[in-house]
């Protein structure tokens, strides 16, 4: 069983079934996976370190993404 088998993923509440979602699953290793709702299961997962996870949310929260 791979650490996605197991892994717990969770989306917005706010989604509101448009197909336009990510999902994030908090693994056991501390990594963190995000993946496409469209491609759940079968499409790529992109995994980040803990570190990278906090400093990606820093960043949404001080707008650093914002258009």
Known sequence: MSDLDAAAW???IRSNGGGNCIEVAFLDDGRVAVRDTKD????PVLRFTPGEWNAFILGVKD???DR
């Open 40 to 43: 759940s299961g079968t499409g």
């Open 63 to 65: 707008g650093e993404f």
């Open 10 to 12: 969770r989306k917005s």
